[in-house]
């Protein structure tokens, strides 16, 4: 099994409200990321979790707020967004922090309105 | 200069052809190098990876790495329409971060 499952597929989000995007593998991998895709461009990184601690974060605004509960799970809280904020995020993991084979989840289609 | 350079594209072949992708990079300290093929509108797929220098195949695809030139390729035999997709090369400096290079569209018409 070599599968990142991310909910909501799709989330259309008001300027002033509060959602959550999650990610969940069960690979025994040990270091999750989050990355943000806007269209026709490769996905950039956001956040690094390795060992369930924040490894990285790659000067993210605080309206997205990272979580990971244990192993197997990663969430984004997303407050406050702007509509320039609207892109695919895409969740993914790997072995551990050295990268080795990194699978990625389907992705959770945002738009903020 | 970018770190991982990557032709754009779009590259349009009939069906097939053997299609190269490549990437150049500026960093002699990467060692990960991947390649992704993303549909529109949906997450990345891991098609290959290689550790350090060589050749990698799997199938219909193989990949190569030439850490003294800098250059990674992908080749796919025999493509097919359903391989019409962007291609995305990645790698890293055993480190946690994965440095993309902008992708390559590719079209396979019948």
């Known amino acids: 099994d070599t599968e990142v499952t991310q909910t909501p597929k799709h989330l259309v989000m008001g300027m002033t409200n509060k959602k959550s995007l999650k990610c969940e593998q069960h690979?025994?991998?040990?270091?999750m990321y989050w990355y943000k895709q806007k269209a026709k461009k490769p996905p950039e990184l956001m956040f690094v979790?390795?060992?369930?601690?924040?490894?990285i974060n790659e000067s993210v605004p605080s309206r997205f707020s990272p979580e990971c509960p244990n192993s197997s799970l990663l969430n984004l809280h997303l407050h406050a967004l702007q509509p320039e904020d609207s892109a695919l995020y895409l969740c993914?993991?790997?072995?551990?922090?050295?990268?080795?084979?990194?699978?990625f989840g389907q992705g959770t289609r945002l738009t903020v309105v | 200069q970018k770190e991982v350079e990557q032709d754009p594209g779009p590259l349009s072949v009939p069906e097939g052809a053997i299609v190269s992708l490549n990437c150049t990079y500026s960093n002699s300290a990467f060692q990960y190098f991947m390649w992704y093929r993303q549909y529109s509108r949906k997450g990345p797929e891991l098609l290959m990876y290689?550790?350090?220098?060589g050749n990698k195949e799997d199938g219909r695809f193989t990949a190569q790495v030439d850490k003294s030139s800098k250059y990674i390729s992908l080749f796919i035999r025999d493509s097919q329409p359903s391989d019409s997709a962007t291609y995305l090369c990645?790698?890293?400096?055993?480190?946690?971060?994965?440095?993309f290079g902008t992708g390559t569209r590719l079209q396979v018409f019948p």
């Open positions: 993914a993991s790997s072995q551990a922090r050295d990268w080795t084979e990194a699978f």
């Open positions: 690979m025994g991998h040990r270091a």
């Open positions: 979790y390795s060992y369930e601690k924040l490894s």
């Open positions: 990645a790698m890293s400096a055993n480190t946690d971060k994965l440095i």
């Open positions: 290689t550790y350090s220098s």
